[in-house]
């Protein structure tokens, strides 16, 4: 989420209309992945649980 918040609703009207705008151009949602409370730039490669639903949804792709 933006700016380190930890509710990862607060943006959901964002995904939401990003979502419609890229249903236009042919792209279908396979999944999301949110990070919450994210201040460095390192904190989405020491979380092991947000960096293994990467790999997930990675191999669905």
Known sequence: TSQ???DVDSFRNVFTDFNKLLEMYGFEKVDELHL??????ST???NKE?????RSIGKTL
Do not use: I, R, W, Y
């Open 4 to 6: 380190g918040n930890p």
């Open 36 to 41: 919450t409370a994210g201040n460095s730039p």
């Open 44 to 46: 989405a490669k020491e």
């Open 50 to 54: 947000l960096m293994e639903q990467a």
